[in-house]
């Protein structure tokens, strides 16, 4: 899976913009100077030497991971226009042939002043980083294998704007081994997870990486949603 940088859009306003956004539209140019390019190839783990760095994926797939001897935990996946900062502790790996761009910290906090559009793009990353470790958190500490799992689906169907409803089709974009990474248990009990969710008629295989809802109220009630009606 190959995508192409983010391109500029004269019709939307620069405030409007994401980091990815700014820095190939002409508003961000000299920003642009700032970051340099590097390729990964897939499997190749981020070199944790370059760390304080601003993080934007060109082309290609990362994933943030933390991991110890024993397990693996996935923290995120970032696609093309994802930004990440490498202060963490945090691991990465190129999941595919992946360009990044990168820059150090301190100098795009220099660029905060001469660039204010910027500064609403760098908020826009904190809080959506803010809110995915919020989630991560949410589900580890308050929800079982099975409610994590529907909370991911249900996850999936609001990225698209559909609502959980009978018919509804949720595309899995991630393997049940990276699934489970994300969610924080083992492959082997995701898969029965939702092997027996699918048993139980609450949704059900619809080709490859794909499943369709059957009963919207089970999914809600696993990811301890109220129910609608």
């Known amino acids: 899976m190959s995508h192409a940088p983010p391109s500029s859009s004269s019709s939307r306003p620069a405030h409007g913009l994401s980091l990815a956004e700014l820095i190939e539209a002409e508003e961000g140019r000299g920003l642009l100077a700032c970051f340099a390019e590097r390729a990964l190839g897939e499997g190749a783990l981020f070199d944790q030497a370059d760390r304080d760095q601003i993080l934007i994926v060109r082309r290609g797939r990362l994933r943030v991971?933390?991991?110890t001897h024993e397990r693996e935990l996935s923290l995120a996946y970032l696609a093309?226009?994802?930004?990440?900062?490498?202060?963490?502790?945090?691991?990465?790996?190129?999941?595919?042939?992946?360009?990044?761009?990168l820059a150090p910290r301190?100098?795009?906090?220099?660029?905060l002043a001469a660039y204010p559009p910027l500064q609403a793009a760098v908020i826009r990353v904190l809080a959506r980083t803010l809110g995915q470790s919020i989630t991560l958190i949410e589900d580890l500490a308050f929800h079982s294998v099975r409610g994590r799992i529907?909370?991911?689906?249900?996850?999936?169907?609001a990225r698209r704007g559909e609502?959980?409803?009978?018919?509804?089709q949720i595309?899995?974009?991630?393997?049940?081994?990276?699934i489970a990474a994300l969610l924080g248990t083992a492959r082997q009990t995701a898969s029965s997870e939702l092997s027996a969710m699918i048993r139980e008629g609450a949704i059900a295989r619809?080709?490859?990486?794909?499943?369709?809802?059957?009963d919207p109220a089970a999914l809600r009630a696993w990811a301890g949603e109220p129910q609608s009606g």
Request: hydrophobic letters at 45%.
């Open 163 to 168: 609502a959980c409803a009978v018919g509804a």
């Open 80 to 101: 093309p226009g994802d930004v990440f900062s490498t202060h963490t502790r945090a691991q990465i790996v190129a999941q595919e042939e992946t360009t990044l761009l």
């Open 65 to 67: 991971y933390l991991a």
């Open 106 to 111: 301190r100098a795009i906090e220099r660029e």
């Open 206 to 214: 619809l080709g490859r990486g794909n499943l369709v809802v059957l």
């Open 150 to 157: 529907a909370r991911y689906l249900l996850r999936g169907l």
């Open 171 to 178: 595309r899995l974009e991630l393997t049940v081994e990276e």
